[in-house]
């Protein structure tokens, strides 16, 4: 089973950058779709931004053009660079991870990954 263990959030100002942590351990990591979600209290978990295995991206509409995902294989991670960030985008950051037989699947919905961390907070001071 794997695991996942968020880390890099913290207090950053509009138009600043911010870059996410996911470290994935206990399983084969390349064998996982990965995604970022967040949350603000009182509303439901978002879609951010996911990676397929065959490493195809995908975003949502408020944060495309400005975050970007990427895996690094060797060391068992999972990024999300945050650039122009607004203050809208303050939210506790979840990664999850989830592992189909297809190398192009991925999901926007909170229900379809079984895998989850912990969360790292993020606020951004306008």
């Known amino acids: 089973q794997v695991q996942l263990e968020e880390s890099g959030g913290g207090l950053a100002q509009a138009g600043g950058s911010l870059r996410l942590s996911c470290t994935v351990s206990?399983?084969?990591?390349?064998?996982?779709?990965v995604g970022w979600f967040r949350q603000t209290p009182g509303l439901e978990r978002e879609f951010v931004a996911a990676l397929e295995r065959n490493n195809n991206d995908f975003y949502g509409d408020s944060v495309k053009g400005r975050f970007s995902i990427s895996r690094d294989k060797s060391k068992n991670v999972v990024y999300l660079q945050m650039t122009m960030l607004k203050p809208e985008d303050t939210a506790v950051y979840f990664c999850a991870a989830e592992m189909r037989s297809g190398s192009d699947w991925y999901s926007r919905s909170i229900y379809d990954y079984r895998y989850w961390g912990r969360g790292t907070p993020v606020t951004v001071s306008s």
């Open positions: 206990g399983d084969t990591f390349s064998m996982y779709a």
